[in-house]
């Protein structure tokens, strides 16, 4: 399976989440399933706007290379804009895991920092709560047990 984070922290933030789900629908990448809303801090700057995460289960022919190709260019469709790192934006498109392959060149999967988030591990929980994480191999309950308490209490299930 293939897994896809995608949140928006500004603007109508469930629009521009549903507006890229449609694009990359429309891209050749079939969505089998999607996550509920989770709502969380910003990371690091908990003063930005909160973010609004889900994570889609889907199935696709593209390389790696080419659906982060596709999922940049909807981001920038969408209105994302160039900015620092972390900066608030409009959509961010991430491949969180792609059948479970690892790849450092170009892009780097699984996406290296996604056992440390909780707007990734309680949405991709929903979807497959018998995920093993492609690198360290801990299943994913292990995972969202490592989370800080205050990760945990400060997301929300929208």
Request: aromatic fraction near 8%; proline fraction near 6%; hydrophobic fraction near 35%.
């Amino acid at each position: 399976m293939i897994y896809l984070g995608i949140g928006s922290n500004l603007g109508n933030r469930k629009k521009n989440i549903e507006i890229a789900k449609f694009e990359i629908a429309q891209k050749g990448v079939d969505i089998i399933n999607c996550s509920n809303f989770y709502e969380s801090l910003s990371w690091p700057n908990i003063n930005y706007p909160k973010f609004l995460n889900i994570v889609l289960r889907v199935d696709t022919n593209l390389t790696p290379l080419e659906l982060i190709k596709i999922c940049k260019n909807i981001e920038k469709s969408i209105g994302r804009k160039e900015s620092t790192r972390n900066a608030p934006r409009v959509c961010d498109i991430d491949i969180l895991d792609y059948k479970k392959k690892r790849i450092n060149n170009k892009i780097i999967l699984p996406h290296p920092r996604l056992h440390k988030r909780n707007f990734v591990l309680l949405p991709l929980f929903e979807l497959d709560k018998s995920w093993i994480h492609p690198v360290s191999k801990y299943h994913i309950k292990k995972l969202i047990f490592y989370l800080p308490n205050r990760d945990i209490r400060s997301i929300k299930q929208i």
